[in-house]
């Protein structure tokens, strides 16, 4: 499916109230224009955000793409420290998006813990946070966040093309959010000088919004984009490229330019697909499918064990936290391995935290640093972690034998001060038997010896 919408949203800290204060009434429209296309994003129903901000950390010669399990920001810096947002990363979005800039020669580079670390790496810079504070009014969703590179137009151009590319593999509905600001140089004063051919620029990007004919950013004059001091055109290359092989349909919300900056809202509808509007012409290979995107438990699990290497201490649920995990109880192992090999494991049979949030964090921890067969992972082995979760009911005792079943019951076996877990589904486990003569071999009970009995079901995730 193409991207189901675009947009182009400035980000200027001051049109968020509780920055702009005073000054907000100046950029009227633009605060105006940013809910409209907040909910004309709703409207369009996607299931993931896209953004791509020239303030993002990033390379000269390659696009970065954050790869922490959740991305936080604030406003801080800005003087409004209590306005800060957490979001899910969509990190099988991001995979496929890898996927397809390779077949589209493209560099793209994972930054964030356990890849590449740049100044902030997994943070939301104001590229991000300042159209997210419009659209999270509305639409409450996983994001993408893109850097732009110092490459022209084909090279970002390109880059839309593999978003498009990336949402068919999977399938996913995207919204692709382009943030940038136009001229700087519009008026004597203005943040990076005054230049009297700024007002052209703007002009010409505003007649290619109107039109949809983003085949002419191409055409643009070198010299009039240095002229203009911008800092949105990359983004809106690679929001063309997002569209790129459809008719579309254009809307311009506002345009306005208050303090010698430039500040232009619009949108992107795609129509039917239009071969003359395809302005790539490499063939590339279909995309293999993209493995699902881990569970939420699992997602637990690999963030607290990457804030724990992070930060040196059990962390606190996120707030997006799933509801399920916070408002219940129940035992729990965390299994990790390497290569399908394992590299930890610890569980608890009954709960010892207050919900199954905190015995997630509480048991990835311990299988990453105390499971007695292994060493202790280390900060490099994060990024080669697969990562199981069991999630485990109420033991219960059985009578005999014919109740169990080692695929789908694990067992316990406990004789006086002696006890032996099992999990259920063991790889090398083929049988009841087995299961039981290695629980009772890891619980020190003889072969021979009588043990009491109890089996219970997981819920696995991976």
Known sequence: MPVVIGCLMPHPPIIVPEVGRGSIDRVEST?????????????????????????????????????????????????????????????????????????????????????????????????????????????????????????????????????QKASDSIPKRVAFIASGDLSHRLIPGAPAGYNPRAIDFDAKIDEIFDTGYFNELVELDPSLIDAAGECGLRSIYALAGAFNGFDVRTKIYSYEAPFGVGYMAAAVYPGEPSPERDLYTIEVEDLPPVAPSPSEPVKLAMYSLDQYFKQGHPITPPVDTAAELLEKRAGVFVCLKVDGNLRGCIGTVQPTQANVAEEIITNAIQAAEADPRFPPISIDELPLLQFIVDILEEPEKVESKGQLDHKTYGVIVRRGYKAGLLLPDVEGINSVEEQLAVAKRKAGILPHEEAEIFRFRVTRYE
């Open 31 to 163: 605060v105006h224009a940013m809910e409209s296309i907040s909910e004309e994003v709703m409207r369009a129903n996607p299931e993931t955000l896209v953004f791509i901000s020239p303030h993002s950390a990033g390379f000269a010669d390659s696009f970065a793409v954050k790869a922490d399990p959740t991305l936080v920001g604030s406003f801080a810096n800005f003087g409004a420290a209590n306005i800060a947002f957490s979001v899910q990363n969509d990190l099988q979005l991001v995979e496929a998006l890898l996927m397809a800039a390779n077949s589209y020669e493209l560099s793209m580079t994972k930054v964030g813990s356990g890849y590449v670390k740049l100044f902030q790496s997994g943070e939301l810079d104001h590229g991000a946070l300042v159209p997210l504070y419009y659209l999270r009014r509305h639409v409450d969703l996983p994001i993408i966040l893109l850097s732009i590179s110092y490459g022209g137009f084909d090279e970002h151009y390109s880059l839309g093309v593999a978003i």
